[in-house]
């Protein structure tokens, strides 16, 4: 497209909640010739969430964020990133104020930032009267990362596969309460990638998921049910990351011996999360646990 002068978006303010993720299930293949992993994965969303606000601004971008010191303000954050890809696809330039307001931890495998990027494409594509339609939309959020079109769809819970680009929406089971554990430290993805293939390398590539790993999925109408997700729960990133971090697995040990249904680590980490079958359950887990100084416990509910 010919690119035109700035156009503002509308005058008043608008926001979105921007909703953390959970991976129920997370298998990565082998990387392909570009050193791509494929991915299945499992998303579910949880109530907890950062706001994003956006607002009319002179020519460029500028970014605010608060709630987390550590979330970067300029061209290294995701939503910085989203807004240029954005403008570049309709052939404008940008002209915009992004408030972050931040309550989903960072580094946690929560998927915040991707969240946070996701809410942000929408507003601008609302602000701006749609020019982008729904398919469009969802192939810039391809772009930016994994997570990116899951949080962008604006669905419960969903199938996806290959980069997280390709996603089947599920009818979703029950919404349940759940906890977050979240360590006082956080793992990059990248990091863990590397542990991955480090590992699998180490072992002559037997860790890598195969057809049976984890169970095969069952039909989409079934996975309206916990105790069919149950079964197929499972996350090909504990393994190197619990070898390093060791207390993780210990968590999730302690949250299983609450009584939680389900608990694994979600996404490459750090966070561990934990879904019971009533409140009650998961207050007495968050309760009764005597976790480490500095780490959090955040009540949820999934999927929302």
Known sequence: MTETQPERPAERARSAAAHAKLNLRLRVFRPDDQGYHSIETLFLRTGLHDTVELQAAGPGIELLGTGDPTVPDGPENLCWLAAERFFAAVGRRPAVHIALSK??????????????????????????????????????????????????????????????????????????PALLVVPDFGIGSGEAYGWLRQDREAQAESLYSSGSSGGALPSPG?????????????????????????????????????????????????????????????????????????????PVDTPV
Do not use: C, Y
Not at 143 to 160: K, R
Not at 232 to 261: I, K, T, Y
């Open 103 to 176: 309550r989903i931890p960072s580094g946690s495998g929560l998927g915040g930032g991707s969240a946070d990027a996701a809410a942000l494409l929408r507003l601008l594509n609302q602000s701006l009267n749609n020019p982008l339609s729904e398919g469009e939309l969802l192939t810039v959020a391809g772009e930016l990362g994994s997570d990116v079109p899951f949080a962008a769809l604006g669905v419960p819970m969903a199938l996806g596969w290959e980069r997280g680009r390709r996603l089947l929406p599920l009818r979703p089971p029950g919404v349940r």
């Open 222 to 298: 079934k996975l309206t049910d916990w105790n069919a997700l149950r079964m197929v729960a499972m996350n090909d990133f504990e393994g190197p990351v619990f070898a390093r971090h060791p207390e993780l697995r210990e968590a999730r040990q302690r949250l299983l011996a609450e009584g939680a249904q389900i608990s694994q680590m979600t996404g490459s980490g750090s966070a561990v999360f934990a879904v019971f079958s009533n409140a009650e359950s998961r207050d007495g887990a968050l309760a009764g646990a005597d976790w480490p100084a500095g780490w959090s416990m955040i």
